[in-house]
C-alpha cells in the first residue's frame, strides 16, 4: 500500500491532480472559518454545549437542534459557530434532486438528458442557476432561526445591528456567495481534479469532525472513569471500536455489492468472419439508491417533531400531544420504526426513479444481446425488474440498519451523539461510498501505466477492487 501511494507521485498528471484536489479542499476549510457578520460566535458555542450536555444526560432534543444537526452535516461544521458556508452544498444538492425527479416526469428533460453531453450541460446550468434561490430561502429561514432562538445568536447594541436590513442583506448575500463558490469548487475539481468534487467537500466537512468526536469520547470516558465506573467505560469503548470497524466492513462490502446478469451477444457473420458471441455481466446494484433512501427519510422525520412542538406549547394540557411528542423524539421505539419503514419506501421509490428496465432492454435489444433463456423486449424488461426489485429490499434493509444504530447507541448506551452519528447513518455511507470512488480512480490510473493497485502484492501486481457478486 505505501508503494502504491508512492507511485501516485511518481505520475506527473496524477500527482497534480491530487495536489490540486487537496488545495481546492484546503481552500474550503479555510473559508468554513470566515463568520457571518454580526453573529454571536460566542452564543452558538454556549447552544451547542447546551445541546450536548441535554443529550448526554437523555434530555428532550429540540426539533430545531435535530434540524441544524442535520444540516451541519452538509456545510461541514457544526452549531458551534455560523459562517460564510454556513449552508454548505446543501442548496446544491437539493436543486441537483430536484431536476433529476422532473428529468423522469418531463418528457422535454428527458429528451435533452438524452442527447449526450449538450443536454447535461444545459440541465447543469439550470440547476446552477435554481441552487441561487434555493440559497437565498435557506438562508432566510438560517437567520430567522438565529434571530427566534432563546437566546438570540445576533449581535445587538453597539457591537451588533441585529434586525437592521443590513444585517439581512449582508448575511442573505454572504450565505448565498458562499454556497455558489462552493459549487464553483466542486466543478474545478471534477475538471481538473480528482474525484467527484462536490461529494469531496461533503467528505472534508465530516472527516474534520473526526478528531473532535474522539476528544470528546475521550473526555467523557475520562469523567465516567474517574467515578469508579470503570468496568463499564472499557466495555463501552471496545463496543465502539468493533462497532465501527464492523459497520465500517458492512457498508464496504454493501455498497460493492452487485447481481451479475449473464448477457449472451449474438454472432454476426460478415464475409468470411464470425464477430461477437461472447459473455458478458449486466451488474445491478444491490443498494442502487445509495445514501438517497436516508436523506429523504430522516428529512421528511423532522417535520412531525417540529410541528408537535409547536402544537404542545399551544396546547399545554394535552396529554395525548406529549405522548405523541415523546414518541417522535430520536431514537424512541416508534420514531426508528417509522424511519425504518419511510427508508424502505423512498429505496423502492428513488429505485423506480434511477433505474429504468424497459429502456435498459430495449438498449440490449439494439446492440444485439439478449439474456439467456428471455426474449429480448417486454420478457427482458419484465425480469430485470424483477431482480431489482428483489435486491432492493436486501440495501432497505441495510440501510435501516445503518439509519437505526446511531440514534440506539446514543440513546441507550448514552453516548454522546456527536461520537455516535460515525457508527452509520448518512455521513458513514457518505464517506464510504466517495472513498471507494476515489479510491477506484487512482487505481484506474495506475494500471493504465502499469503500476500496481492498493490491493496488488509484488506476485499480484495489477489486481483490483471489484463488486462484490451476490
Known sequence: MFKTLINIFRIPELRNKVLFTLFMLA?????????????????????????????????????????????????????????????????YISASIIFQLLTTVMPALEKLQKEGETGRRKIQEWTRYA???????QAIFWLSYMHNSDPPLVLTGANGFAGTPSFWLMGIFGLTAGCIFLMWLGEQIDEYGLGNGISLIILAGIVARVPTAIIT??????????????????????????????????????????????????????GRR?????????????????????????????????????LRGIFTNNSVLFWLNDQFQRGSFFYLMIEAAMIYFFAYFWTTVQFQPKEMANQLRDYGSFIPGLRPGKRTADYLEKVMMRITYVGAAFLCVIAVIPSAVA?????????????????????????????????????MRNYGGFLSSPGQKGKRIKGRQY
Open 27 to 91: 481552500i474550503y476549510r479555510i473559508g468554513y472559518h470566515v463568520p457571518l457578520p454580526g453573529v454571536d460566535q460566542e452564543g452558538f458555542k454556549a447552544l451547542a454545549d447546551r445541546q450536548a450536555q441535554a443529550a448526554k444526560s437523555g434530555g428532550e432534543e429540540s426539533a430545531a437542534a435535530r434540524l441544524a444537526s442535520y444540516v451541519s452535516l452538509f456545510s461541514g461544521g457544526n452549531l458551534s459557530q455560523s459562517t460564510i458556508f454556513g449552508l454548505g452544498i446543501m442548496p
Open 131 to 137: 441552487t441561487v434561490p434555493l440559497c437565498v430561502v
Open 217 to 270: 469520547f475521550y473526555q467523557e470516558s475520562k469523567i465516567d472513569s474517574a467515578s469508579g465506573n470503570t468496568t463499564a467505560v472499557f466495555g463501552k469503548v471496545v463496543f465502539m471500536v468493533l462497532s465501527f470497524v464492523f459497520i465500517v466492513a458492512g457498508s464496504i462490502l454493501i455498497t460493492q455489492a452487485q447481481r451479475r446478469i449473464p448477457v449472451q451477444q449474438a454472432k454476426h457473420t460478415r
Open 274 to 310: 464470425v464477430y461477437g458471441g461472447s459473455r458478458q455481466y449486466l451488474p445491478l446494484r444491490v443498494n442502487h439508491g445509495g445514501v438517497m433512501p436516508i436523506i429523504f427519510a430522516q428529512s421528511l422525520m423532522l417535520f412531525p417533531g417540529v410541528l408537535l412542538g409547536w
Open 411 to 447: 440513546t441507550w448506551l448514552k453516548v454522546n451523539p456527536m461520537v455516535a452519528q460515525f457508527l452509520g447513518g448518512t455521513g458513514l455511507l457518505i464517506v464510504v461510498s466517495v472513498a471507494l470512488d476515489m479510491v477506484q480512480r487512482i487505481e484506474a490510473n495506475l494500471l
